[in-house]
């Protein structure tokens, strides 16, 4: 599981061009991906321990493995993407829980 982290001017660029949810999670699954011979190339790690044996290695096996969210303010524009510690089917699970500040919370709204 890897997390995408959109601000909202990202996604409402996103939503305005008609990308669903699955569509984001395809197309970062299309380009989260390289070779293990540019892997080397690049890095000199020992790509033979990646579990599989593909010349193509992925970032995550399957596009719902991203996780996208949105978080943040309107007036930023950046986004980004929290890596996993151990993907895969006993890896990293995505719990989520919606979160609301209360209106008596003792941080200033200004600084929220």
């Known amino acids: 599981m890897v997390a995408a982290v959109l601000n909202p001017l990202h996604a ?9 949810r699955s569509v984001i999670e395809t197309r970062l699954f299309e380009y989260a991906q390289t070779t293990r011979t540019a892997l080397r190339a690049i890095s000199g790690a020992n790509v033979d321990t990646i579990p599989h044996t593909a010349e193509i290695v992925r970032v995550v096996e399957r596009p719902e493995d991203f996780l996208i969210l949105v978080s943040g303010d309107n007036g930023g524009a950046y986004s980004g993407y929290f ?7 006993r ?15 003792e941080i200033p709204a200004s600084n929220r």
């Open 91 to 105: 890896g990293s699970r995505a719990v989520t829980k919606k979160i609301r500040s209360a209106d008596v919370c």
């Open 83 to 89: 890596p996993t510690w151990g993907g895969g089917p």
């Open 12 to 20: 409402g660029i996103l939503a305005r061009a008609g990308l669903t």
